[in-house]
T-cell receptor, first 106, second 113 residues
Framework: DAKTTQPNSMESNEEEPVHLPCNHSTISGTDYIHWYRQLPSQGPEYVIHGLTSNVNNRMASLAIAEDRKSSTLILHRATLRDAAVYYCIRVNDMRFGAGTRLTVKP | NAGVTQTPKFRILKIGQSMTLQCTQDMNHNYMYWYRQDPGMGLKLIYYSVGAGITDKGEVPNGYNVSRSTTEDFPLRLELAAPSQTSVYFC????????????FGAGTRLSVL
């Protein structure tokens, strides 16, 4: 199956780091991993992407396993505004599963 | 810079009616997409386009039609609306199919009663 696999939900405390995992065991060598997030009542928003090496931007970091079968989105200090559904997708497939619903507690 | 604009934001249709969901982007992107999102679910690809005059089916195309006469516009047509088409519809665009960072509109919430 070409889908990615993510936990249905996760919780975090405000200002603590959050690690959102994703398994993509059937990924090909040229397939980028993308992460999007969807705030309530909004369209998905691009967060970060990567191919082989770890990536950082102003929103998050992306850690990709050496065998590329999994990746982790890292929010370094969760805020209440980070509460959303986070999707991990393979660019060659572009299937958005149910994602991980992140709850941030004050 | 407006990005991807979808109209209308909300619509209620009766069974059997037709309508067109509008999508326009001002980023000169060649690639455009239509998704639907049912409650509590992820997005499913309905149709996509790689440029003006070229469209192709996605995962769930039945009951929908699209056209792409210009780079900017990618309307989605619903013929003979059915309750199963009650959903939130998102349009997206991207500039590169290789990296394919997609920019989404705010969505159209459609109810078919």
């Amino acid at each position: 199956d070409a889908k990615t696999t993510q936990p249905n939900s996760m919780e975090s405390n405000e200002e603590e780091p959050v690690h959102l995992p994703c398994n993509h065991s059937t990924i090909s060598g040229t397939d980028y991993i993308h992460w999007y997030r969807q705030l309530p009542s909004q369209g998905p928003e691009y967060v970060i992407h990567g191919l082989t090496s770890n990536v950082n931007n102003r929103m998050a970091s992306l850690a990709i396993a050496e065998d590329r079968k999994s990746s982790t989105l890292i929010l370094h200090r969760a805020t209440l505004r980070d509460a959303a559904v986070y999707y991990c997708i393979r660019v060659n497939d572009m299937r958005f599963g149910a994602g991980t619903r992140l709850t941030v507690k004050p | 810079n407006a990005g991807v604009t979808q109209t209308p934001k909300f619509r209620i249709l009766k069974i059997g009616q037709s309508m067109t969901l509008q999508c326009t982007q001002d980023m000169n992107h060649n690639y455009m997409y239509w998704y639907r999102q049912d409650p509590g679910m992820g997005l499913k690809l309905i149709y996509y386009s790689v440029g003006a005059g070229i469209t192709d089916k996605g995962e769930v195309p039945n009951g929908y039609n699209v056209s792409r006469s210009t780079t900017e516009d990618f309307p989605l047509r619903l013929e003979l609306a059915a309750p199963s088409q009650t959903s939130v519809y998102f349009c997206a665009s991207s500039y590169s199919v290789a990296i394919n960072i997609q920019y989404f509109g705010a969505g159209t919430r459609l109810s078919v009663l």
